[in-house]
């Protein structure tokens, strides 16, 4: 299942040990969830996760991120958007997520701020790329993780 991951999906994931975004993160690490992502994506997850008042709320360190963002990185499929599908939602920085989405195919948007991710013109609808919040995205999926589930997440 190819998704692309809004940084407050991520966020989500490394803030709470519960929840729909952490076990979206611990289906990438075992490889359930394929990620799409591009340089700016990453970009953009490192410098809204290393922000001090982040770093905080998730109880991590700088190191901590880039550790997880480097295996995010491995984990990712890189996509490479050679077309910018601009404008493309109501807020202009979110439209990195949505051309990686176009771009490589992806199956849904996942994302807690739906609004943001509304068309600049829902009349012209030009790209039909789901949206939804990782609750709505793991009601769907069969898997679920084991106790016995390898995770990278979890402190030993």
Not at 13 to 33: D, H, K, M, N
Not at 64 to 89: C, E, G, N
Not at 94 to 122: C, H, S
Request: charged share 25%; proline share 8%.
């Amino acid at each position: 299942m190819k998704l692309v991951l809004d940084t407050d999906v991520l966020l989500s994931g490394l803030s709470s040990p519960a929840g729909a975004s952490r076990i979206l993160l611990i289906a990438i690490w075992e490889g359930v969830i394929r990620p799409l992502a591009g340089v700016a994506t990453m970009i953009e997850y490192e410098a809204v996760l290393k922000r001090p008042q982040r770093l905080a709320e998730m109880n991590l360190e700088p190191h901590h991120i880039d550790a997880f963002l480097d295996v995010f990185a491995l984990l990712a499929d890189p996509v490479v958007p050679y077309f910018l599908y601009r404008p493309s939602t109501m807020d202009p920085d979110d439209d990195m997520f949505m051309d990686i989405a176009v771009a490589g195919g992806a199956e849904a948007l996942v994302t807690f701020n739906l609004k943001d991710y509304q068309p600049v013109d829902p009349a012209g609808r030009r790209f039909e790329v789901r949206r939804c919040r990782p609750g709505e995205m793991l009601q769907e999926m069969t898997w679920r993780p084991s106790r016995d589930s390898l995770s990278g997440f979890r402190l030993r």
